[in-house]
């Protein structure tokens, strides 16, 4: 089985940890190389590995849409998000899927199950790819509202209304997020605010934060950021979203070879390296 990941830079991806300890998982031998491919010749090269004997591939930054193109089918979810993170290669036919937004929810459901129930409110800070990705998984589940809020308002209703319509919208600022706060199960940030080395920022206050609510961020580094740190301070659940790039790892590599893994101890080994 051979795999790999594009991307520019790749720099010190994890990917290939992660995927090596999901092979020994099935007892199967197989590589996962880094390709960093420089933009200046991402067209041609991308064509070169349709060629290969590859069994699949990964996406990140910055190809994530760039790959559509080259695909042969494309899973109408990823569509919808606009974005490709994982191919399956199957003789020689490219099909490209978006396992990120799904991974996130999975670890989120993990930990905190109660929070998927009818009656639920998400807020979802950002309108970025990721806030895309996040915010049709979090579509495809049971809740009763999904709000997102973004600098650029106007990017958030960009997102809101491309949903298939199931459940209660909104786009809103950052100001009224923070004055309605008390309406949300859960915060979600997806923008790159408190990453280092702006460490000391964040999309909004959590002064009006619901009993009970759950407060997440997909930033990693540091592991507890500033949004994370207010929501200790206050007594909230929290979760870390450093799960995300191990489930969304999980279901790529389950997608490629037909086999359910076990994320669970995945992330364990991972979190040694991060701490
Ligand atoms: P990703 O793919 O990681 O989601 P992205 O598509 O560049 O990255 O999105 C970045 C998100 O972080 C956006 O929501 C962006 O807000 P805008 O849409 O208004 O640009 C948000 N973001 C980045 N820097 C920010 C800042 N300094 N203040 C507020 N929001 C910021």
Redesign the pocket.
């Known amino acids: 089985m051979r795999f790999f990941l594009i991307g520019y830079p790749l720099g010190h991806s994890m990917s290939p940890f992660l995927h090596g300890l999901f092979l020994d998982q099935i007892g199967q031998r197989g590589t996962y190389e880094l390709k960093e491919l420089i933009p200046e010749t991402f067209n041609d090269q991308i064509r070169a590995l349709k060629q290969s004997g590859y069994s699949g591939f990964n996406i990140t930054i910055p190809y994530k849409v760039d790959i559509m193109p080259f695909l042969d089918v494309i899973d109408p979810q990823a569509k919808a998000i606009g974005a490709v993170n994982t191919v399956v290669i199957k003789d020689g036919c490219w099909t490209g899927y978006n396992t990120d937004g799904a991974g996130y929810v999975q670890s989120l459901k993990y930990h905190y199950p109660q929070l998927f129930r009818p009656s639920s409110r998400f807020l979802v800070l ?6 895309r990705g996040i915010v049709h998984a979090l579509n495809n589940e049971t809740c009763a509202a999904i709000t997102i809020s ?3 308002v106007e ?1 958030a209703a960009t997102i809101i209304n491309a949903l298939p319509p199931k459940k209660d919208y909104q786009a809103i600022s950052f100001s009224e997020a923070e004055a309605t706060l008390d309406q949300y199960d859960a915060i979600i940030n ?4 408190g990453m280092e080395p702006n460490v000391d920022t964040q ?1 909004i206050h959590l002064n009006r934060l619901k009993q009970g609510a759950v407060v997440s961020d997909i930033v990693y580094k540091p592991f507890v950021t500033a949004l994370i740190r207010e929501a200790m301070s206050k007594g909230a659940d929290v979760h870390h979203g450093h799960e995300m790039l191990v489930y969304q790892a999980a279901l790529a590599f389950e997608l490629w070879t037909g086999y359910n893994v076990d994320a669970r101890p995945v992330i364990e080994a991972f979190e040694t390296k991060l701490k």
């Open positions: 950002g309108a970025g790819g990721a806030s973004n600098r650029t990017k997806t923008t790159s605010l999309a």
